[in-house]
């Protein structure tokens, strides 16, 4: 059976960093990556890494704020989020994927999520 458990969420001042962590149970994955919900807004595409981790995905966003890295011997992906502001309140999802890293569609397999609060 598939779990992903997220870890890592909380409440933080702008400006402040989290890391957030995913660990995958039940199989390894192609691709893992990192999704996010605001209240009243599309789920969004936040960061996806191939199984190498050589490649990886990241939003504009959150470019140059947000990393994604891969531990495959633990088969846990994390997501390090600094700088952060009150527009990354969302609550996070970890995906994983038998075949995709890049494409957001190709993500089958779901965490219940975690939520990430960021006060101004």
């Known amino acids: 059976q598939v779990q992903l458990v997220e870890s890592g969420g909380g409440l933080v001042e702008a400006g402040a960093s989290l890391r957030l962590s995913c660990a995958a149970s039940g199989r390894t994955f192609y691709g893992m990556g990192w999704f996010r919900q605001a209240p009243g807004k599309e789920r969004e595409f936040v960061a996806g890494s191939r199984w190498s981790a050589i490649s990886t995905y990241i939003a504009d966003s959150v470019k140059g704020r947000f990393t994604i890295s891969r531990d495959n011997a633990k088969n846990t992906v994390y997501l390090q989020m600094n700088s952060l502001k009150p527009e990354d309140t969302a609550v996070y999802y970890c995906?994983?994927?038998?075949?995709?890293?890049?494409?957001?569609?190709?993500?089958?397999?779901w965490g219940q999520g975690t939520q990430v609060t960021v006060a101004s």
């Open positions: 995906a994983a994927s038998q075949s995709s890293w890049k494409d957001k569609e190709g993500y089958e397999y």
